[in-house]
């Protein structure tokens, strides 16, 4: 079992408390939080890599062995190139539609609270618009929960 990544849980803790800590500063804030975003984009690119050319550790002794070896790779490899498909489709779906979801939640927040500061009245209807841009993330995380299973 492949656990290379869990080394990378307490750098993405570390980062978080320091977003925390450095959104405070306004646009130098800003700046060092691209950089820690950055620095973890490449700590997952490498191992993105690592995982992907990780090849298997086992060695053959004689060709009987090797051709059985090769079969067993050959049908293990097909199996894992369709299993690390869906779980990146299912990735990309959940972070996609997280991603759209904060951007939808922030301006319609936003315009709900500009609406609410003049009319409080319309708290209700600014919470149902808000709402649904919320469901753009259970869209994504229903989708990846069905790709999941399917591998």
């Known amino acids: ?17 320091l977003a925390r800590v450095v959104a405070r500063r306004g646009r130098t804030g800003m700046t060092i939080l ?12 490498v191992l993105l890599v690592a995982a992907l050319t990780a090849g298997s550790a086992g060695a053959a002794t004689g ?30 779906a959940v972070a996609a539609s997280t991603i ?26 600014a919470m149902v618009i808000v ?3 919320e469901g753009i993330a259970i869209y994504g995380l229903i989708i990846g929960i069905i790709l999941i299973g399917k591998a």
């Open 131 to 133: 709402g649904l841009a």
């Open 34 to 45: 691209a950089g820690i975003g950055a620095v973890l984009m490449a700590g997952a690119l």
């Open 63 to 92: 060709p009987a062995a090797a051709a059985a070896h090769a079969a067993a790779t050959t049908a293990a490899s097909s199996v894992t190139a369709a299993n690390t498909a869906a779980l990146l489709g299912a990735a990309i």
């Open 1 to 17: 079992m492949n656990v290379a990544w869990i080394a990378g849980l307490p750098l993405i803790a570390m980062a978080a408390l």
């Open 100 to 125: 759209g979801a904060g951007i939808a939640v922030a301006y319609a927040g936003a315009a709900a609270m500009a609406a609410m500061s003049e009319r409080p009245e319309l708290f209700g209807r």
